[in-house]
């Protein structure tokens, strides 16, 4: 059978739930992503009109309106990292909105790029705590999708009150130039713009990118005016330290100076335009991107805020696949669990979700078990899925509502351990992009199974009801109280004093678990990569999957500014 | 008979599908089977118990699809693949009704090794989208009904667009249909409230508030264009027809060339209409539709991405085969005709027949032929039908008996030439729509071409 036998999958809405149930769960949620859409504003605002006004003022564009001209006209920005170091303060008193730097997936010219634009509304593109740690994390989603990388540089180096956190680690500011080596070394086209200061670490970000481009208030240097003067008593701007006079023209560190930031935009649009364009439309051949039958803005009406309460996993597929058309692979076996084939922007992509709700149990059959969990025959089977999907080249899409691995006498009698041990390797050493959403529970190992973040997709992506932790509060809190309680969790102790002192430890747990798996904590931490509303999740998944196809950046030709050759006239000739 | 089709029929048949099923019924089903015999390909027919023993499908293979219930079995699209599939056919003629402008029954073929004879899928889907189809039109270059540049943002908007493109407007909804996310406003002061209706019912009736809007044009003429593509970038046109004779949405009379269209919009339209068909990458037969306003200008509304009932008014002007020429383009053959090729003779008029009561507001009437003879002999009138002497008329589906066609010199020839067709037609048994159709042919109103899309000539 050499066709992909996709049938229609999925029902009208009024079929499956009514519509005040529907209704209840679009509202809910609505509040959800409200806040988001607040916050996001938040983070866009940067530092807020002063500094933006204060940028203009320079005769330079912003970080957003740069991004905003140089993406294709009617695209959208899919942003990454919105909310890294949310709600944390810097300095004793600095906040500092998605770490001062916007990383986004834009189309530009028609092809995917990972975009790196410092914020300079906010302590002029400073890198703060996580800053360098959120560019590093672009730069990898760029080298796994080899996606060409747009820097917008414009900062005025590390935020020196907190260099500790920032500075020395394995993800310390350096690694962002070894991501940049590493980028080259795999063919990766990089393309730099300099708009400002670009100062210190600043200075070898644009540098190793395969052409720089440096607008007339651009310098780039390892150390900036002050810092020159102090050590050197020398008395000089930085522009004439490394403005495009000296870069363009002396050193050749960059390759093309420019008036403004207008025109730079526009070379780097033309730069996009002379690479191969994208191999999606190859790949689709004569299929096209069609919308689901069933709409997707229905999903936030049928996915239940409440992450115990049940929904047919069918259903969501159906509004992400494009014409509700799926084809599910292996559904005798390991029910719990659905995997299969879909097209997303007429793009093929594995789909593998956990079916919520009671699910047939092979051991017991006239027995049923909950969902949402990892039995032995799911998880060999989204192992075999997972790896059959990397051998065909297929992008698989891990769709998370998991409470975790069964457990229980049963459970290591039948070697759970040991099958989640071969889905581990399976998709530790997958070769291809893997996108893993958090659609609401993501807890204990079943977060690790299917590819949760510690495991490398390429982007893991969160949605506002998601919860991400070891567990539930309350397990966490019966499980730390179990001493005191009963076989029926009821507290044992007569004295009063001592069951308010329980109940109230009880609460406090709960109450922390449940903090913490608050989505903006994941966020902030970069525990996830970004936090989308349930609308979104079609857009996103369909630029992920096309991301995927493009297949642009798989040739390596060095820059001539990191040629080896370079190093063999110096030690042969001396320095020119 | 043009020369270019004059030669198409004398070739040998080219070499393509073996098996075709035809995934319809009656009328339809029998004008693509004849298509398929002069092509050499053995069509298989799908039948609903209702129309199983029917003596169309008589000699013909058949594969019963379901009980005579439609959604049952003409539109059970895993039915009907799982049939095509089983039988043995490597082809899918949708034929039109029923899934033929359905992009999941078109990609549920093509996923499962058939070809669906229409466009790609996603050209149907896109084509099926209001805004964005609008959107590709105008790109192309054809004049559109003036209104909103796609969705509107708000009641402001709304009114700014109403004030500057005049009264009365129409809010439309984008996910809309079946009249419903409609609303009128006939000044400025309707246009917010009418706005907040349409958006109201549309997001009780699809779950989607997107509405926009256009100016409301009364009356006008209805003129479509018969496009035909292959499958690299080749696009043609077959000339118009005009629509305008309807009844409740329901076309009754069709013909070519329309009456009221002036030569230069026409041939600026046609010129267009073939560049959007390139553009959107449309293969197969297709039917653009206009509406022609009171200043003359032809103005998209909507594209049908299937052969049309009427089809036959253009097949009889320029002697193209419709059918044959879908098969072989699906067949992934280049269209052998380029535009200078399609030479448009004459007039030509088609009256449907409908086994319908015009004496008693026009009641379905099934039951059965008495007695059956359509007009012989005329190589200028054809009659396309699937029924005859003993034919049951089933209850479940449309009421269409037959169509004829008749062509002449002149306008005037080609009306004189379809009462006489018309009054030779023996039907018995049932009512037919036949007397309302010689009672608008031979009014003044039509003949002297006073009508349009509001009033049906000569009927009251």
Known sequence: MAHVPLVPIGAPREQITDETTFREHREALAEREAKLKAKRAEVHAGWGDKYKERVHAKGKLTARERVDQLIDPGTRIFEVGTFVNDGELFGGKLRSPGAGVVTAFCQVEGRWCMVIANDNTVASGSWWPRTPEKIERAQEMALRLRLPTIYLVDCSGLFLPEQSKAFPGARGAGHIFKMNALLSASGVPQLAGVFGDCIAGGGYMPIISDRVYMTEQAYMVIAGAALVKGAKSLKITSLDIGGPEVHVHQSGCADVRVPDDEVLIDCLRREMRRLPSSAAPFYRGDAGAIDPLHPTHELAGLLPPDHREAYDAHQLLARLCDQSLFWEVMPEVGEEMICGVGRVGGLYAGFIINRQGLVGDPEHPDGKRPGAILYRGGIAKIAEFSRSCDADGIPIIWLQDISGFDIGAEAERQGLLAYGSSLIYTNSTNKVPMFTVLLRKAAGAGYYAMSGLPYDPVVQLSTTVSRLSVMEGRTLAIATYNTKLDDDFEIVTDDPEERQQIVDGMKAVEARIEADMDPYVSARQMDTDEIIELGELRPYLAALVEMSYQAIGYRRIKNPRIWSLHDLEVLTRGVR | ?460
């Open chain 2, 1 to 460: 008979m043009s020369t270019a089709s004059r030669i198409a029929h004398s070739e040998a048949p080219p070499r393509l599908f073996h098996r075709l099923f035809i995934a319809n019924r009656g009328e339809v089903a029998v004008r693509i089977a004849r298509a398929c015999d002069a092509l050499g390909i053995t069509p298989v027919f799908a039948a609903s118990t209702a129309d199983r023993g029917a003596a169309y499908t008589a000699g013909r293979e058949v594969v019963c699809v379901g009980p005579g219930r439609s959604s049952a079995s003409y539109l059970d699209a895993k039915a009907l693949v799982q049939a095509a599939v089983q039988s043995g056919c490597t082809a899918v003629h949708p034929g039109w009704g029923f899934l033929a402008e359905n992009p999941v029954f078109a990609s549920l073929c093509e996923v499962h090794g058939l070809t669906f004879i229409g466009p790609p899928a996603h050209v149907m889907h896109l084509m099926g989208k209001k805004t964005p189809a609008k959107a590709a039109m105008r790109a192309a270059g054809l004049e559109l009904i003036p209104g909103s540049d796609g969705i509107l943002s708000g009641a402001d908007e709304a009114e700014a667009v109403a004030e500057r493109v005049g009264y009365p407007v129409l809010l439309k909804a984008e996910s809309g249909g079946g009249g419903r996310g409609m609303r009128i406003a006939r000044a400025r002061d309707e246009v917010a409230r009418a706005f907040a209706d349409a958006q109201a019912e549309a997001r009780a009736a699809f779950g989607d508030p997107r509405v926009y809007l256009e100016r409301l044009i009364e009356g006008g003429r209805h003129v479509e264009i018969q496009i035909l593509g292959d499958r690299y970038g080749g696009a043609i046109h077959i000339g118009e027809r005009d629509c305008t004779v309807q009844r409740n949405h329901q076309k009754l009379i069709e013909e070519s060339p329309s009456p009221a269209l002036s030569a230069d919009e026409r041939a600026r339209t046609l010129d267009a209409a073939v560049r959007a068909a390139a553009n959107i990458g449309y293969v197969g037969a297709g039917t653009m539709e206009f509406l022609l306003d009171e200043g003359g200008v032809l103005r998209f509304m909507e594209m049908n991405t299937r052969l049309q009932v009427e089809h036959c008014v253009s097949e009889m002007r320029s002697g193209i085969d419709l059918v044959r020429e879908q098969i072989m383009v699906a067949a992934g053959h280049p269209l052998r005709l380029a535009q200078p090729d399609v030479v448009l003779e004459g007039h030509t008029i088609e009256c449907r027949i409908n086994a319908e009561d015009p004496s008693a507001n026009f009641r379905p009437s099934p039951g059965t032929i008495a007695r059956w003879q359509a007009p012989t002999g005329d190589p200028d009138v054809r009659v396309d039908t699937h029924v005859q002497t003993g034919y049951e008329i089933p209850p479940h589906y449309d009421s269409l008996l037959c169509k004829v066609i008749a062509r002449g010199d002149s306008r005037d020839a080609a009306c004189d030439r379809m009462i006489a067709a018309l009054e030779a037609l023996v039907c018995e048994g049932v009512p037919t729509t036949i007397p309302m159709h010689l009672q608008i042919l031979r009014s003044e109103d039509f003949r002297e071409n006073r009508y349009d899309t509001r009033t049906i000539p000569g009927w009251p």
